[in-house]
């Protein structure tokens, strides 16, 4: 193989800012193995629906009309606010391309966070500038607003991942206002289904700047159908459009999203975003009779964040026992943290028993 004299070509032709990149280190990357997949914030449930492959062999539509006003309906917003992309990392992706300058622009982010919105702006030359949350992970507003002159992107994750946290209503107002004719505040919501009426959707008819990111993955269970959405001003969405994929939406899977989002589909999202929720009650209440774990952070989300003893001999067990769960200790204020998404009743009850087991045999012996 001449994979050697690939090696020395590419290494001549790679851009230096590339050099730099590491892939995103997704869940699924880590562990493909496993039987319990508590890792991924992916909803336990796996739901049916129907192809209908008479138009395969064509080219589907850029932003299906089914799909547009299916969701416009459900975010009670008009069809022109909304964007459909391959997941809401296509979204957080389209912004950065179509507002921000490689080389020159910024984008701002307020960790711990969603990893993608810095990975996406490295991927472009785009510079990250960092606010950490507060204490109690609390918006930062006054230190965006004080330090941050000229962003492009400032990106709000609400409920946060992986802190399960609000954001304050008036601290976005704040920012909003504070960015008005400057830079766009984009709020990403992919768990707002488990956050109860907390959506800032009603903020777009006053603030223009305001930008709401939206997905199938968690409430909806299709995280393996890749579609999400962006709400904002049309002015907002004519300009994504413009650097979006000609393609961006399969035509299965504009027609799964379609179902998802019929009068049956959102009755299904409701039953089980409840099924979850009661889980997230049983859960919380039988971690907190742990002593050795501690929940941080908020819960409204479809997972819990907590502190954990001897962090890295609980998580080496629990892969070892294909029990996956998500160590988030590499990010700042969170060390010795572990997130661990909702499952169905069996996977919670097998968690639980494997951590009891840990703390009260395994983990003993071993230190
Ligand atoms: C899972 C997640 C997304 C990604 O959504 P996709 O539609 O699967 O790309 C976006 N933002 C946050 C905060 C997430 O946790």
Same mark, same amino acid.
């Given at each position: 193989m001449s994979n050697e004299r690939a090696k020395t070509l590419v290494n001549? %032709?790679?851009s230096s800012f590339v050099k730099t990149l590491k892939p995103y280190e997704s869940a699924r990357r880590l562990h493909s193995g496993g039987q319990d997949w508590l890792n991924a914030n992916e909803s336990p449930f796996s739901n049916n629906y129907q192809l209908d492959d008479s138009t395969f062999n064509r080219y589907p539509s850029c932003q299906p009309d089914a799909v547009i006003q299916g969701y416009a309906y459900y975010a009670d917003v008009s069809k022109e606010? &909304? =964007?459909v992309s391959r997941g809401a990392d296509e979204g957080i992706e389209c912004l950065i391309r179509?507002?921000?300058? +490689? /080389?020159? #622009?910024s984008i701002v982010i307020c960790p711990p966070t969603y990893g993608m919105y810095a990975i996406s702006a490295e991927t472009f030359n785009v510079s990250v500038e960092k606010v950490p949350l507060l204490g109690g992970f609390a918006l930062d507003a006054d230190s965006i607003i004080e330090r941050c002159e000229s962003p492009k992107l400032i990106f709000v994750c609400a409920p946060n991942n992986p802190t399960g946290t609000l954001v304050e209503r008036e601290k976005l107002i704040q920012l909003l206002k504070a960015y008005t004719n400057k830079a766009l505040v984009v709020v990403d919501e992919a768990y707002i289904e488990f956050a109860g009426e907390t959506s800032v959707v009603s903020l777009l008819? #006053?603030? +223009?700047? =305001?930008v709401i990111l939206r997905t199938l993955s968690k409430g909806f269970a299709l995280a393996g159908l890749r579609c999400g959405f962006t709400l904002a001003a049309p002015a907002i969405i004519e300009t994504m459009l413009k650097v979006i994929a000609p393609y961006p939406i399969a035509e299965p899977v504009a027609q799964v999203a379609a179902q998802a989002l019929s009068q049956a589909g959102l009755e299904k999202l409701s039953e089980q975003v409840d099924y979850l929720q009661a889980q997230k009650q049983i859960l919380v209440e039988r971690i907190s009779a742990i002593p050795q774990l501690s929940i941080i952070g908020g819960l409204h989300a479809n997972f819990v964040l907590v502190c954990a003893h001897n962090k890295q /001999?609980?998580?080496d067990y629990l892969v070892s026992e /294909?029990? =996956?769960i998500r160590d988030q200790s590499k990010q700042q204020q969170l060390d010795n943290c572990l997130r661990i998404s909702i499952g169905n009743e069996q996977q919670n009850d097998r968690l639980l028993a %494997?951590? &009891?087991q840990f703390y009260d045999n395994v983990g003993v012996l071993a230190s």
């Open positions: 001549s %032709l790679t606010q &909304v =964007l179509a507002f921000c300058e +490689p /080389g020159k #622009d008819a #006053d603030y +223009p700047n =305001l /001999g609980l998580m /294909g029990m =996956l %494997l951590i &009891v």
